[in-house]
């Protein structure tokens, strides 16, 4: 399967500010990738999906403006919070679509204060 | 869209005894079901998949099993270890979705020695 890592694995920040999250797909060419949200103790819920060189699919009440997503290469999405505020704070996903089935990061713990 | 009931919500046990996860989807045009174990602060692992040509798959002490009439499928973990202890979740794929992971609301398994 592909080998999917994120950065960073945790960040801290103050409400207000922008936090950029990078997916990287190492060995695996991935035209398609998925962002999800996940906070404690629920499921993951898919946020959008990152298409390579196009403009990102959002779910049904998430905010494009504010859950920014590029995926500019084959290899890399990132997904920017912008103005981020304390009811950001989860554990966000990426994962890449492989030729059977996703393959996850390790994920990207948001803390905001 | 596809919606994925799972139950039960925690599920305890003692080492060696079976444990069983069920879960109902509602799209019957999807057509392959993963199998995710997820501990806590780390990104979920596929345990097992089937698909919808399938009824049933077995792997080791994992089983799977599907039916597509009742649109419901099944995990059955057997000889249970207090390392299975972690959140499952079922998972579903329609075929018309651009392959999105669609996710049940997770099962905490206790293995109690």
């Known amino acids: 399967g592909a080998v999917v890592s994120q950065h960073p694995s945790r960040v801290i920040c103050k409400s207000g500010t922008s936090v950029k999250i990078e997916c990287r797909s190492l060995d695996f060419q991935a035209t398609t990738m998925f962002w999800y949200r996940q906070f404690p103790k629920q499921s993951l819920m898919l946020m959008a999906t990152s298409n390579e060189g196009s403009k990102a699919t959002y779910e049904q009440g998430v905010e494009k403006d504010k859950f920014l997503i590029n995926h500019a290469s084959l290899t890399l999405s990132t997904l920017t919070v912008t103005s981020a505020h304390p009811e950001d704070s989860s554990f966000y996903i990426c994962?890449?679509?492989?030729?059977?089935?996703?393959?996850f990061g390790p994920g990207t713990r948001l803390t905001v204060l | 869209g596809e919606n994925v009931e799972q139950h039960p919500s925690t599920l305890s046990v003692q080492e060696g005894d079976s444990a069983v996860i069920k879960c109902t989807y509602s799209?019957?045009?999807?057509?392959?079901f993963p199998w995710y174990k997820q501990e806590l602060g780390k990104r979920p692992q596929l345990i097992i998949d089937?698909?919808?040509?399938?009824g049933e798959k077995k792997d080791q002490r994992i089983a799977v099993t599907l039916n597509k009439t009742a649109k419901h499928f099944s995990l059955h973990i057997t000889e249970t270890q207090p390392e299975d202890s972690a959140v499952y979740f079922c998972a579903a794929v329609s075929s018309g979705s651009a392959r999105q992971l669609t996710f049940g609301s997770g099962t905490q398994l206790t293995v109690l020695p």
């Open positions: 994962s890449v679509l492989g030729a059977d089935t996703q393959y």
């Open positions: 089937i698909r919808s040509n399938v």
């Open positions: 799209d019957s045009a999807s057509n392959y």
